[in-house]
């Protein structure tokens, strides 16, 4: 197996888990399955930008350079999801405290399952 394949399938599972747990009915899951599927996402913008082994990030005369904008774009990916996440949390807190029950729809627990 290549490591384009490893990646790939990498990068799959993970966007596959995180669309399974965006589609259940709790909000912890929910904000999990965004937060995967945010790593998703940064590891393929990272894996585009290929790897550099020893290449300077600065344009220099026949030499070979790396592309320093993948790796600026994750990092503010990084930074941005993580205030995101936080403040998703703090509104599924804030509904839990209004509705009481911590489903993504309102309903409680109580409810009966149409």
């Known amino acids: 197996m290549t490591m384009e394949f490893l990646v790939a399938t990498g990068i799959g599972w993970v966007t596959a888990c995180g669309i399974y747990l965006l589609l259940r009915g709790r909000t912890f899951p929910v904000v999990i399955g965004l937060t995967l599927l945010g790593y998703a996402v940064n590891v393929f913008i990272f894996a585009m930008g290929r790897l550099w082994s020893a290449a300077p990030p600065i344009l220099t005369p026949g ?40 489903h993504v729809d309102g309903r409680s627990d109580k409810a009966g399952h149409a």
């Open 63 to 102: 030499a070979q350079v790396a592309d320093p904008l993948p790796q600026a774009l994750v990092l503010t990916a990084i930074v941005i999801g993580f205030a995101t996440t936080g403040f998703v949390i703090e509104m599924a807190l804030r509904s839990h405290h209004e509705n009481g029950s911590d």
